[in-house]
């Protein structure tokens, strides 16, 4: 029960990774406030599940004023989860598309991490971490919006935890290579038989594990790790 007594808030927590990694903090005795734009079907006497659509900034806004401020006046770890994938040429992107992974992806997590970080300063020894992708370093066909985000994540995390490190706020990245979601589906042909021939080439050639990734958000997740921030750590090798 290495949480007991912590709050953690999970965006994306519905489904995929950020299902698998809100039962996870269950599971070791923490709080867990989910949000994601469908409702959860997760039923748990320490689970709270907010549907809210992270890519409506003024929607998020409003949640954090209405719904955490008043009844969680202390957040331990935020894991920024949430992401939409459209994966297409960029010639042929529907506009809607690019904006909304942008809207969600980047921008989302940057009004989550903000927000909270407004309740984490109060408090001290809090963590942000944020899940990026493979795509950052494969630059696969047909995500240059999704990749272009998720190396935005990166950059946004170094620079929040030179602001955000004098509140005692740590903020570090997560870079996932493939594991079997929905999301890894939606990838086309092309970019599939990428990913095998990058997995096949990584010094450790198989697909992420849930315990690879709970792995690594132990360890920024750990009082112990107060003194690492602004980090991103690959699984399997990628660079």
Do not use: W
């Not at 989910?34 to 890519?55: N, P």
């Not at 998720?150 to 870079?175: H, P, Q, R, W």
Request: proline share 3%.
């Amino acid at each position: 029960m290495k949480y007991n007594g912590k709050v953690v808030l999970i965006t994306g927590s519905s489904r995929g990774i950020g299902l698998e990694i809100t039962n996870y903090f269950l599971e070791q005795g923490a709080s867990v406030i989910g949000i994601s734009r469908s409702v959860s079907t997760l039923k748990h006497e320490h689970y709270v599940h907010f549907a809210v659509d992270l890519g409506d900034s003024e929607a998020l806004l409003h949640f954090f004023k209405k719904q955490i401020v008043p009844a969680y006046p202390q957040i331990d770890i935020v894991i920024n989860n949430a992401a939409v994938l459209t994966t297409q040429h960029a010639m042929i992107m529907p506009a809607k598309n690019a904006i909304e992974m942008v809207n969600v992806n980047l921008l989302g997590a940057f009004f989550i991490s903000r927000e909270a970080a407004k309740l984490m300063r109060k408090q001290g020894n809090a963590r942000i971490i944020n899940i990026s992708s493979m795509t950052t370093s494969l630059e696969p066909i047909g995500e240059s919006i999704y990749a272009a985000c998720k190396s935005g994540m990166v950059t946004m995390n170094n620079i929040l935890a030179k602001e955000l490190s004098s509140y005692g706020i740590t903020c570090n990245t997560l870079s996932i290579t493939a594991y079997e979601t929905d999301m890894l589906n939606q990838h086309s042909d092309v970019a599939k038989e990428k990913i095998k021939t990058l997995i096949s080439n990584l010094p450790i050639p198989r697909i992420a594990t849930k315990e690879d990734i709970f792995n690594v958000i132990d360890f920024f997740a750990s009082p112990n790790s107060s003194y690492i921030t602004a980090q991103t750590i690959f699984l399997g090798g990628i660079n």
